[in-house]
């Protein structure tokens, strides 16, 4: 409901109705309730809308999040790719054990030295797999990573340079 002069008792009679664009105190009048936590308020801005209902007025809030889903869908492949590097470590690192053994057998007993390339051929191999991983992974979110730093590093050297500012500027002997 949009319109402040429509608010009447038939629209508290019927339920699940939605209040849109009004004055919370109208709404509260027009419900009954002092206190805001009878109230659902949904809304897709974190601060106008979620945290400002819920502080100044105790109402739940719901927050909708457009970009949730999205972002879920990667946070699910990027599990999977995750999890495939993960076993490929292990892989390599009980590959890596192996060979070790091998080479201390291969001292005592020259007949392992076709176990021992089979095995270091197949270490290879993991070790080409996780590389071909790895790359992939940084190609997509390097270009992120370098974004993010970039934005870190400017906005920490702006502090800086308003803390050594202000110092400088205040005569301070450290300077």
């Known amino acids: 409901m949009e319109d402040k002069e429509n608010l009447d008792q038939s629209f508290v009679q019927e339920s699940h109705k939605v209040f849109q664009g009004g ?68 892989l390599q690192y009980d590959l890596d054990d192996y060979i070790d053994i091998l080479r201390l057998q291969l001292k005592l007993d020259p007949s392992v030295i076709d176990q021992l390339s089979e095995a270091e051929a197949k270490a290879h191999d993991v070790k080409q797999q996780v590389r071909a991983i790895t790359t992939e992974y940084n190609g997509r979110y390097s270009s992120i990573l370098r974004r993010f730093i970039s934005i870190f590093l400017k906005m920490f050297y702006s502090q800086i340079q308003q803390v050594l500012g202000s110092a400088i500027q205040s005569g301070s002997p450290r300077f």
Do not use: N
Request: positive net charge.
């Open 23 to 90: 004055y919370w105190h109208d709404l509260h009048k027009m419900l009954g309730v002092s206190f805001g936590d009878r109230i659902l308020y949904v809304g897709d801005h974190m601060y106008a809308d979620i945290l400002r209902s819920k502080r100044t007025l105790g109402w739940r809030t719901c927050l909708i999040i457009p970009e949730l889903e999205r972002e879920l869908a990667v946070a699910k492949q990027e599990q999977l790719l995750a999890h495939e590097m993960l076993r490929l470590r292990q």
